[in-house]
């Protein structure tokens, strides 16, 4: 049994066991092989939250699949630009491809769409995203995650790759905020 973990000022309890989870990876696998058949998928694994997910199910996926890791930054434009979003780590070319984009989690969506928006212009055959957690509560997208490991409450949630102030990714489970 996990015990509750305590990060800079706050307390987090067990929420979702390393169990549940790969379980439910190995069920997010066989979905996506089963949707693309034999073609190639090329997964974007977007950093940092999303390292351990991608591990285990890269290890999860039959079949030909590629992957490449990516990263939105953001910084102060200009005035009348504002904040400028730039996509980093994407040097090769996706026209014509099956794109999964690989997140930890999808909270209001906006960070997803803006991936999105920015991989379109290279005019990919298709992209969908894959999701270990999906606060739908949250979520102010048009589309839900097509994948998705777990539907969440709109509470902070910690380990597993995903952080609070870059401490925490290194559990293998996932803790919620104690209330
Ligand atoms: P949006 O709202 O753009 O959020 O979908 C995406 C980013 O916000 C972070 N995020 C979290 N990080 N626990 C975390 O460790 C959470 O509960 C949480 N909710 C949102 C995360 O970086 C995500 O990519
Ligand atoms: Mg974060």
Redesign the pocket.
């Given at each position: 049994m996990s015990k509750e973990i305590h990060l800079i000022d706050k307390d987090f309890v067990p929420y979702i066991s390393e169990e549940k989870i790969l379980s439910r990876v190995k069920v997010l696998s066989s979905q996506i092989r089963a949707d693309y058949g034999t073609n190639n998928v090329l997964f974007l694994s977007?950093l940092n939250?999303s390292f351990m997910f991608t591990s285990d199910l890269m290890k999860s996926m039959n079949g030909e699949v590629e992957l490449s890791f990516i990263k939105l930054s953001s910084y102060e434009g200009t005035s009348t630009s504002g904040k400028v979003h730039e996509l980093i780590g994407l040097n090769q070319n996706i026209q014509g491809r099956h794109i999964v984009i690989l997140?930890?989690?999808?909270?209001?969506?906006?960070?997803?769409?803006r991936v999105i928006t920015m991989l379109q212009m290279q005019n990919p055959l298709s992209i969908e995203v894959c999701t270990l957690?999906y606060?739908p509560e949250?979520?102010k997208g048009d589309t839900a995650p097509k994948y998705f490991g777990f539907k969440i409450p709109n509470?902070?949630?910690?380990g597993y790759g995903?952080?609070?102030d870059q401490l925490?990714r290194n559990f293998n489970e996932i803790y919620q905020l104690k209330d």
């Amino acid at each position: 049994m996990s015990k509750e973990i305590h990060l800079i000022d706050k307390d987090f309890v067990p929420y979702i066991s390393e169990e549940k989870i790969l379980s439910r990876v190995k069920v997010l696998s066989s979905q996506i092989r089963a949707d693309y058949g034999t073609n190639n998928v090329l997964f974007l694994s977007v950093l940092n939250g999303s390292f351990m997910f991608t591990s285990d199910l890269m290890k999860s996926m039959n079949g030909e699949v590629e992957l490449s890791f990516i990263k939105l930054s953001s910084y102060e434009g200009t005035s009348t630009s504002g904040k400028v979003h730039e996509l980093i780590g994407l040097n090769q070319n996706i026209q014509g491809r099956h794109i999964v984009i690989l997140e930890d989690i999808v909270d209001t969506g906006l960070t997803v769409q803006r991936v999105i928006t920015m991989l379109q212009m290279q005019n990919p055959l298709s992209i969908e995203v894959c999701t270990l957690l999906y606060k739908p509560e949250a979520f102010k997208g048009d589309t839900a995650p097509k994948y998705f490991g777990f539907k969440i409450p709109n509470k902070f949630v910690v380990g597993y790759g995903l952080d609070y102030d870059q401490l925490g990714r290194n559990f293998n489970e996932i803790y919620q905020l104690k209330d």
